[in-house]
């Protein structure tokens, strides 16, 4: 079985790749990209928008729970699948237009959230 080690660094050159991509992809098709922080307003638009989908996918199915009825998460499928990969897409994009290393960013995360929550896992020492 992988270490967390060996999790973080499989994670590392996924994300570092997944970050470049999103460069190239940007370079040819994103319609704002100067000044950085007209860019950087964009993808927040794009995120935003993003986060309305998944609440409002998420809404129906609240009001289901409150009412004690079966709530099937399997159900949002459709609608919330796609909106993993435009999340995945903004973050790669906001890391580049900050200058910053994506993998890093999460490794950090992770490590951070470790040390205040669970200070002898694992990750607390990445």
Not at 66 to 87: A, K
Request: aromatic share 6%.
């Amino acid at each position: 079985m992988a270490t967390v080690n060996d999790l973080a660094t499989e994670t590392t050159v996924g994300l570092r790749a997944l970050q470049d991509l999103q460069r190239c992809y940007d370079d040819e098709m994103w319609d704002i990209s100067e000044p950085a922080f007209s860019k950087l307003r964009h993808i927040h638009i794009h995120l935003s928008n993003t986060i309305g989908k998944f609440a409002r996918a998420l809404e129906p199915l609240d009001h289901q729970e409150h009412r004690s009825e079966t709530v099937d998460i399997q159900s949002l499928n459709d609608e919330v699948v796609p909106l993993i990969g435009d999340l995945l897409i903004h973050a790669a994009q906001i890391s580049s237009a900050l200058g910053q290393d994506l993998s890093a960013t999460l490794i950090d995360r992770y490590r951070r959230n470790a040390q205040r929550f669970a200070p002898e896992s694992e990750f607390a020492k990445l």
